[in-house]
């Protein structure tokens, strides 16, 4: 399957055959080439099953009566983008195993209680290389989804462009050398898309809405599930997994021609589940001490997110052909095991991430909130 191909296999349902822009085109296949999650919206409920669902959006903040998941407040400036990946290997001698586990007594600790709907807030970044001037660019969206607790609902969802900048202060510098142009032309995620311009200027919110798939399909977890099958998932490591690898067959998430090892399939899934996903907190936990019992997965402390918050990352390594051998994070604040968000890290870019230097974080999702409200959809 090629490219494009894949693109269009990705596409949600819901979404129709409405025409895309090709910034929208980009983006998403961009974060579906950036590896395990990172990603973000394949976690809403599509056909194919291995889709992924649109890049949802917004602007405005809503009240949520009941964070399931919500994210603790900035600790420290953000690192900037496309540089290296802010993380220091972890000094004191605890294991990996016994971090993933200590988050997942944390997690077991939150609250649970429902509402109406579950809302979710973040802002996703992609680094590409300008086509002129030597320097690199941030685009960067804003995104809330509400998924209604009933079945029969639709979803809703907000998004807003934020406009591309200058990932670095020298990035700046060169862009002002090169005319502080308002459209920057830079490479695209793959060569199949020949030409991305990317304006500098914010974007109005956008609100779309769409019917559930099948009356009752709420998010994608290996398979379409709906919300009953998330409240009642397993709640003990090894049932949980095997749970999810009923629905593993050697292919990646994103495309059924893209081979995947059963940890990094169970790493992708699981961040989907832990990060924003209306999970009971005992089964958030038994998937932090499911990724504890996997050998390929890492820890990393002291990692600070796009949004200036400081975490500790679990991550794997995958190699693909078509981007090169990339890191894939999962960050959450050790403290109450709640997750911050995902990052993906380029260990050694090739194909078109070429431009990108090793180290680089070339895609992230930060989430702002993630919870249970009674507050519906702003329309």
Same mark, same amino acid.
């Given at each position: 399957m090629n490219p494009m191909d894949e693109l269009r296999a990705a596409r949600p349902a819901h979404l129709g055959d409405r025409p895309v822009d090709e910034h929208t085109r980009a983006a998403e296949l961009a974060h579906a080439m950036s590896g395990p999650r990172g990603s973000r919206r394949r976690r809403t409920a599509v056909r194919p099953v291995w889709g992924l669902a649109a890049l949802a959006a917004g602007a405005t903040a809503v009240a949520v009566v009941v964070a399931g998941n919500a994210a603790p407040a900035p600790r420290k400036q953000a690192p900037q983008a496309g540089?290296?990946?802010?993380? #220091? !290997?972890?000094? =004191? %001698?605890?294991?990996?195993?016994?971090?993933?586990?200590?988050?997942? $007594?944390?997690?077991?600790?939150?609250?649970?209680? #429902?509402?109406?709907?579950?809302?979710?807030?973040?802002?996703?970044?992609?680094?590409?290389?300008?086509?002129?001037?030597?320097?690199?660019? =941030?685009?960067?969206?804003?995104? $809330?989804?509400?998924? !209604?607790?009933? #079945?029969?609902? $639709?979803?809703?969802?907000?998004?807003?462009?934020?406009?591309?900048?200058?990932?670095?202060?020298?990035?700046?510098?060169?862009?002002?050398?090169?005319?502080?142009?308002?459209?920057?032309?830079?490479?695209?995620?793959?060569?199949?898309?020949?030409?991305?311009?990317?304006? #500098?200027?914010?974007?109005?919110? %956008?609100?779309?809405? %769409?019917?559930?798939?099948?009356?009752?399909?709420?998010?994608?977890?290996?398979?379409?599930?709906?919300?009953?099958?998330?409240?009642?998932l397993p709640d003990e490591p090894a049932k949980l997994k095997k749970w999810l690898l009923d629905s593993y067959d050697g292919h990646s998430t994103e495309s059924s021609s893209v081979e995947m090892s059963s940890d990094v399939w169970l790493f992708t899934v699981s961040v989907g589940l832990i990060v924003d996903m209306p999970v009971t907190p005992q089964v958030r936990g038994a998937a932090f001490r499911m990724l504890a019992g996997l050998d390929s997965v890492k820890v990393i402390e002291n990692v600070t997110d796009a949004e200036g918050r400081t975490g500790t990352a679990a991550a794997i390594q995958q190699d693909d052909d078509r981007t090169g051998l990339r890191e894939s994070r999962l960050i959450f604040d050790e403290a109450t095991g709640r997750a911050l968000g995902t990052e993906t890290v380029l260990v050694e870019p090739r194909g078109q991430r070429g431009g990108l230097e090793p180290g680089a974080v070339s895609s992230s999702e930060a989430v702002l909130e993630a919870g249970w409200t009674d507050a519906g959809p702003k329309r």
């Open positions: 540089q290296s990946a802010s993380a #220091t !290997p972890r000094k =004191v %001698t605890l294991s990996a195993r016994e971090v993933l586990l200590a988050a997942a $007594e944390k997690a077991d600790r939150q609250p649970d209680r #429902t509402g109406a709907w579950w809302y979710t807030s973040s802002v996703s970044r992609y680094v590409y290389p300008a086509v002129q001037g030597g320097y690199l660019v =941030v685009d960067r969206e804003r995104n $809330e989804e509400w998924t !209604p607790r009933a #079945t029969g609902g $639709e979803q809703w969802s907000r998004q807003q462009r934020l406009g591309a900048l200058p990932a670095t202060e020298a990035d700046r510098l060169a862009w002002e050398r090169a005319g502080s142009p308002g459209e920057i032309e830079v490479v695209p995620p793959v060569k199949k898309l020949s030409r991305l311009r990317l304006p #500098t200027s914010e974007g109005k919110p %956008t609100t779309s809405h %769409t019917p559930l798939v099948d009356g009752d399909k709420v998010f994608w977890l290996g398979r379409n599930v709906t919300m009953k099958d998330l409240r009642g």
